[in-house]
């Protein structure tokens, strides 16, 4: 009887101590404690319930803030959404020494993951002969929470076809709070371009990367809104947030995003129409053909194009093809070349994962700079998801990135012929299509340093991997994965 008097004033002991202690700490603007709690409650989610944790992140990631001021070497920590997948990253190599099955064996022979591990492993290799060491290995174990918790585990989360839904779901949820604040704070500005560039700080850096994630998730939202299996009232709640998104692309004024679900749409076209992998090669030898015989003229045209980038959506589409006098076109093309040069010096290794941004800046050559450009070259990346690890990691580095590319477009072509009709099929082409949309920005614009980018990305191809084992080239019926 005692003792159980004494644990019921256990805890209101407990938490009067904590409320006292933290409102003196408070008193002297100290208010770090107040995160304990949540710390708590994080840490009691990674041992119970790692699959809701899971969802969370998908819905934190868009409401995530990067806190750059830390500086560590470049990456960045955003909040809360890194220190969790650290945690679940740590959590799960330890269950991995102890439980040889938590990750399917068939998951680790699938070709798309033997890439993955490849670009992991040779990123790895690439730390020792690195410009910046410190810089790498903190790049590296970036990648690696990343790709742990998105792709390892999720493959575990999304073997319930529920929990496929509750995290799409759970990220557009967090993304179209988001465009509300862009939305609202950009129309303070008239909807004009410059501050597009802005308005949707702290969560996105700037416009490129947040029209990159809405256009990501654009080709999943349209087909939810004719999803099999979805309630009209959930369909008609698919259509609003659909609008959000589309209103949010927009208004992003981000051009590579646009050009991305173009594309998009012509690799549905190429899927539904069962063009064949001969017709699709033949056209795209003879497209590059035309393009390389043609190439002057070409750039002749191009050079012709004085639209530059304005509040005028027409005029901004328009400022695409323009590499005259497009400060964004532009420079674009002074961090490709800049990267090129940096490939010619080290073509094996390259300077090391991470360290494009420190390095560039001598191989920015004069006719190449841009009203843009800086002498110190603190201003970012490579703009491309090619051409980036091409500098930073050498030829293999780019080969690793392009392989995984067609191989999982390959695998999801082949993959939707052999499909029944369905959800799954539904499933796997909308998310495929949203892989595209990245593909294509990847030319353009590179993010996969990034929770942003990285979560969708890593997730949506342990999707791919998942849909290829339970719909074997042999048989349609359901496998165990």
Not at 63 to 70: A, C, D, F, G, K
Not at 378 to 384: E, F, L, T, W, Y
Not at 397 to 406: N, Q, S
Request: charged fraction near 15%; glycine fraction near 6%.
């Amino acid at each position: 009887m005692v003792e159980a008097m004494k644990r019921s004033w256990l805890v209101p002991l407990v938490c009067v101590v904590f409320i006292l202690v933290n409102a003196m700490l408070m008193a002297h603007r100290a208010y770090w404690l107040n995160l304990l709690p949540v710390a708590m409650i994080i840490g009691w989610a990674m041992v119970a319930s790692v699959d809701r944790l899971l969802v969370f992140l998908a819905f934190a990631t868009p409401l995530s803030v990067n806190l750059e001021e830390l500086d560590l070497g470049g990456i960045g920590v955003a909040l809360p959404t890194e220190p969790i997948m650290v945690g679940l990253t740590v959590l799960f190599l330890i269950k991995l020494a102890l439980e040889k099955g938590l990750v399917g064996q068939r998951i680790w022979r699938h070709p798309i993951t033997v890439i993955i591990l490849a670009q992991l492993a040779w990123m790895a290799i690439c730390i020792l002969p690195s410009s910046m060491p410190v810089v790498s290995l903190k790049y590296v174990l970036a990648r690696t929470w990343f790709l742990t918790t998105m792709y390892f585990m999720v493959t575990r989360l999304f073997q319930d076809t529920r929990n496929i839904h509750r995290f799409l779901w759970a990220y557009i949820a967090g993304l179209v709070i988001v465009v509300i604040y862009t939305v609202v704070r950009h129309a303070q500005h008239g909807f004009e371009q410059d501050p597009a560039h802005w308005v949707m700080s702290p969560f996105f850096k700037d416009h490129t990367s947040y029209g990159a994630i809405l256009a990501f998730f654009l080709p999943f939202a349209l087909s939810a809104i004719s999803f099999p299996g979805y309630s009209r009232s959930g369909k008609a709640m698919a259509g609003l947030l659909l609008v959000v998104l589309v209103v949010g692309l927009v208004f992003s004024y981000t051009r590579a995003a646009w050009v991305s679900l173009i594309g998009a749409l012509g690799v549905f076209l190429v899927i539904r129409l069962r063009i064949p992998a001969w017709a699709l090669l033949v056209t795209l030898v003879a497209a590059g053909g035309v393009v390389l015989y043609e190439q002057e003229q070409i750039t002749i045209a191009l050079e012709r194009n004085r639209e530059e980038s304005s509040d005028d959506l027409g005029e901004h589409v328009q400022s695409i093809s323009n590499i005259s006098s497009d400060a964004s076109n532009l420079e674009r093309i002074n961090r490709w070349n800049s990267a090129l040069r940096m490939f010619k010096e080290k073509p094996i290794f390259g300077w090391g994962p991470g360290t494009y941004m420190f390095q560039y800046a001598p191989f920015q050559a004069a006719e190449d700079r841009t009203i843009i450009s800086t002498n110190f070259g603190i201003q970012g990346n490579a703009h491309s998801e090619y051409l980036g690890p091409l500098s930073e990691q050498g030829v293999f580095g780019m080969a690793l990135m392009v392989a995984l590319v067609l191989l999982t477009t390959v695998k999801v072509i082949r993959l939707h012929a052999r499909m029944p009709k369905g959800e799954d099929r539904r499933l796997l082409l909308a998310t495929f299509l949203g892989l595209v949309t990245y593909y294509l920005h990847g030319a353009l614009n590179n993010f996969l340093d990034t929770d942003k980018a990285s979560v969708p990305f890593w997730a949506f191809t342990a999707l791919v991997v998942l849909m290829d084992l339970k719909y074997p080239k042999e048989e349609k019926e359901l496998v165990t994965v």
